[in-house]
């Protein structure tokens, strides 16, 4: 439920369809093609888990770039679930 949301976000093409996220068992994948993209789909997560009383487990994420550029996710991930939170308990 809470990554149907996600599936109108740009992600990547791969053989024609539109990737966002793959997901096996209890485990996520969120796809991405810029970091900008990556974070509106993370955004997206949280709200719709913070909606539903879930919260991210910032111990068990990760973030892996695959790009000649670097990229910090581990504080645009453990931001994003600060302010989710936030927004949450208003």
Same mark, same amino acid.
């Given at each position: 439920?809470?990554?149907?949301?996600?599936?109108?976000?740009?992600?990547?093409?791969? &053989?024609?369809?539109?990737?966002?996220?793959?997901?096996?068992?209890?485990?996520? =994948?969120?796809? @991405?093609?810029? #970091?900008?993209?990556?974070?509106?789909?993370?955004?997206? =997560?949280?709200? #719709?888990? @913070? &909606?539903?009383?879930?919260?991210?487990?910032?111990?068990?994420?990760?973030?892996?770039?695959?790009?000649?550029?670097?990229?910090?996710?581990?504080?645009?991930? &453990? &931001?994003?679930? @600060?302010?989710?939170?936030?927004?949450?308990?208003?």
């Amino acid at each position: 439920m809470i990554v149907r949301n996600i599936n109108d976000s740009e992600g990547l093409k791969i &053989k024609g369809q539109n990737m966002t996220n793959l997901r096996y068992v209890d485990d996520t =994948v969120l796809i @991405a093609g810029t #970091e900008n993209e990556l974070q509106l789909i993370l955004d997206t =997560v949280a709200e #719709e888990s @913070a &909606k539903r009383e879930l919260e991210l487990n910032i111990k068990k994420t990760e973030c892996m770039l695959v790009s000649k550029g670097v990229l910090s996710c581990d504080t645009e991930i &453990k &931001k994003s679930i @600060a302010i989710t939170k936030t927004l949450s308990t208003r």
